[in-house]
């Protein structure tokens, strides 16, 4: 049973509008992130965060946003969402330092249309 | 810049045979290793890992090696089943110091002939 979800897992929506991908962890790790990944291709982060009030931005260019004000949740915002947008989009979380590994959630499907 | 890298996109076994994958990895201060698996449509899943100070390790039907000579890292998947038809990944930790980032690799699709 997953210890990480997202939310929706997908999702079609027009040029323009404004998103939020969920994503919620139970397992109370600090670390989280965010990848963004084309079908069968490499996974390039694009936000991760340390704790809670901690983001950073990841090694590929992204026009998204995220939060992290509980623990528990990071959500990542389209403000404006684009047809280049379209991707999968996965969020992991990790009990952080060198030894240890990420649980990824099932991701998120998206189509700007 | 840091990089993991596969030496081949698609693997395509038989049913019944056994399957490796490789890695080749370019960072001499990673110290911890390990592979995913992930099927359509779902996130990657963790398999095995592997620490420097090691050089084999086993699960349940795959195997991990790490030359750390020549910086490469294997997974070995014992008679290979249809259900193990997926994006295999490799990853490695890099120089990033307490933060927990891994270096992920460019994947290589394994297809089980029946």
């Known amino acids: 049973e997953a210890d990480i979800y997202q939310t929706p897992r997908y999702l079609v929506i027009g040029t323009g509008k404004k998103i939020t991908l969920e994503c919620s962890q139970t397992m109370g790790h600090d670390k989280m992130y965010w990848y963004q990944q084309d079908p069968g291709m490499e996974l390039h982060l694009i936000h991760y965060s340390y704790g809670v009030n901690s983001t950073e931005k990841g090694d590929l260019s992204s026009e998204s946003t995220v939060s992290r004000i509980r623990t528990e949740h990071f959500p990542l915002t389209l403000e404006s969402a684009r047809p280049s947008h379209t991707s999968q989009y996965l969020c992991?979380?990790?009990?952080?330092?060198?030894?240890?590994?990420?649980?990824f959630g099932s991701g998120t499907r998206l189509t700007v249309v | 810049g840091e990089s993991v890298g596969l030496h081949l996109p698609t693997l395509s076994v038989q049913e019944g045979d056994n399957s490796i994958i490789n890695c080749a990895y370019s960072n001499s201060a990673s110290d911890y290793f390990i592979w995913y698996k992930q099927e359509s449509g779902k996130g990657p899943q963790f398999i095995i890992d592997i620490r420097s100070n090691m050089d084999k390790r086993q699960g349940q039907r795959v195997t991990v090696l790490l030359n750390k000579t020549v910086k490469h890292l294997s997974l070995q998947i014992a008679a290979t089943q249809p259900g193990d038809s997926a994006v295999y990944f490799c990853?490695?930790?890099?120089?990033?110091?307490?933060?927990?980032?891994?270096?992920f690799g460019q994947g290589t699709t394994l297809q089980v002939k029946p």
């Open positions: 992991a979380s990790s009990e952080g330092g060198r030894g240890f590994g990420y649980t």
């Open positions: 990853a490695e930790n890099g120089v990033s110091g307490n933060t927990g980032k891994l270096i």
